[in-house]
Every structure is written in structure tokens, then in C-alpha cells.
């Protein structure tokens, strides 16, 4: 069983502005609506903020969840329309076939692996240091690539298209004349994949008072999707796309064509 809930914030509370500024405070409230403790379930989160006055949080669990204390610390207690919305997403995942179409949203992380970039964080100096003292080949000492966010938005909207068919879709040709037209993607002439970027950020936060700074470039997709593998696609569904989940990325929606901008 899995569950996408929904739950709308109140940016004016000082709870929500607690919340809001940073992911692993986010991530802390979203895991505390969770029964089951420690919590061992894969939780998927992101948060929505086009409507700055009442952005929204996005949640997917394995187990039903209750966010009663999200919303008294940094929603809408007692208002019209504040209350969160808990929905089944069984009927979304019996609805999973092969050719079927979406409109989809997602927000992710999208980065890649060097063995040797030009630029290394002082976590990724460490290792490296600590590689290079061992003896042995790079495979002998597990020397493995460290990831690399994609910067630009070209690179950003190959990194989707050179996954998808892995998480079970293809992201079909754009049937309207896009808006931009060069996206730095395929060759002049060609009809460009019907997906845009809608949002690019970079998120700066740190987990404790005075602990290192986490950095994450964000990328948030908008377009349609055509399913090429059920299994893959659930599994897409329910487990994310991409790294650090646990701040946001990786969760991919999706809603009836015509309904572009409301998947989930």
C-alpha cells in the first residue's frame, strides 16, 4: 500500500518559515508523521512553492500517514481547505500500462559521476586523500566516480532523457511548437522531447548548527510521458529518480493529460 498526501503550508507562521528554509528540517517533520518508528519505509517528499502566499508539500509513504502536527506547527489548523489530503495510490499504479500517456512533474537532483573532477568538496578531498594512501589499482581500492551536479539546463534535461527508458518511460516528441525552441537538444529541424524546465535551483542548508553546508543543484521537469515498462514505472513511482530523496529530489508525479502543472 502506498499513500500521496498533500498537505498546504502557511508561509506567515514562524513554524513554516522554520520549515520552509531548509530540506533536512522538511525532511525531519515528514518522517515524524510516520507511525512506525524508527522509520524504515522509503518516504518521497517535495515541496511546491509557485504559490508563494500557500505553498504545498507533497509526501509519499508506504504506510498511512498523519500529519496533524505539520499542519498545527505550519499550516492552516482550523481553516477551510487547510486540513491535508491523504489519498490511496493504488488506482494510480493499477492504472500503469505500456503506451498509456501522463502529464508529469519532477523535481531531482541531476548529477553524474568523474572519477577525477576539476573541482573536489573538502568531503570528496578527504576521500581522495585516503585513496590515494592505499595501495592497488583504482579497482582495488574501490575508487569509485564522485558525483558531479549538472549545471547547465541542457545538460540538466539530458540527464532525464538519457534515464528514462531505465525508470520506464520515454519522454515522447513535443506536438505544439515549444516556446523556446533551442534547448541545446537534438539537431536543428528535429521536434524537440515534450518536457520543459520550470524551475533550477540551488539549495544551500546545513543539517546541524554549524555543520558543514550540503549543496544541491535542483532541476524541476514539466511534460508528458509515455510508459514503456509497468515494473519500471511503479518502481519509479513509488522509490524516486535520482539522489538525495531525503531533501526533496526524486519524486515523480503524474496527472490525466490536460492537466499539465497539477501532477500529483
Keep these: ?52 502566499h500557500r505553498p504545498e508539500l507533497l509526501v509519499l509513504t508506504e504506510s498511512r500517514p498523519d500529519f496533524t ?19 490511496d495510490y493504488s488506482p494510480l499504479l493499477d492504472r500503469i500500462a505500456v503506451g498509456r500517456e501522463f502529464a508529469f512533474r519532477l523535481t531531482a537532483n541531476p548529477v553524474q559521476a568523474l572519477r577525477n573532477p576539476q573541482k573536489l568538496t573538502p568531503e570528496q578531498t578527504l576521500v581522495r586523500a ?19 551536479a549538472h549545471r547547465t539546463a541542457a545538460h540538466q534535461l539530458t540527464w532525464l532523457l538519457g534515464r528514462a527508458e531505465r525508470d520506464g518511460f520515454q519522454i515522447p516528441p513535443i506536438t ?33 548548527k554549524g555543520g558543514r553546508e550540503v549543496v544541491l543543484s535542483t532541476a524541476t521537469y514539466q511534460g508528458r510521458l509515455r510508459v514503456t515498462d509497468v515494473d519500471a514505472m511503479r518502481n519509479a513511482l513509488l522509490g524516486g529518480i535520482g539522489p538525495s530523496k531525503a531533501y526533496g529530489q526524486g519524486l515523480l508525479t503524474l496527472a490525466p493529460l490536460g492537466q499539465r502543472g497539477q501532477s500529483g
Excluded: C
Design 176 to 208: 505544439t511548437p515549444p516556446a523556446h525552441p533551442d534547448l541545446g537538444l537534438g539537431d536543428p529541424g528535429e521536434p524537440a522531447p515534450d518536457v520543459a524546465l520550470v524551475a533550477r535551483d540551488v539549495l544551500r542548508f546545513r543539517k546541524h
Design 130 to 148: 585516503k585513496q590515494d594512501a592505499m595501495e592497488g589499482t583504482a579497482a582495488q581500492r574501490g575508487v569509485r566516480g564522485f558525483r558531479v
Design 69 to 87: 502536527h505539520l499542519v498545527e506547527q505550519a499550516g492552516w489548523p482550523e481553516a477551510d481547505g487547510g486540513e491535508p489530503l491523504v489519498r
Design 1 to 52: 500500500m502506498a499513500y500521496l498526501s498533500k498537505i498546504p503550508l502557511n508561509p506567515r507562521r514562524r513554524g513554516a518559515l522554520h520549515v520552509l528554509n531548509n530540506p533536512h528540517t522538511i525532511h525531519a517533520a515528514v518522517l515524524a508523521g510516520i507511525a512506525q518508528q524508527p522509520v524504515t519505509e522509503r518516504v518521497l517528499w517535495r515541496l511546491e512553492s509557485a504559490n508563494r
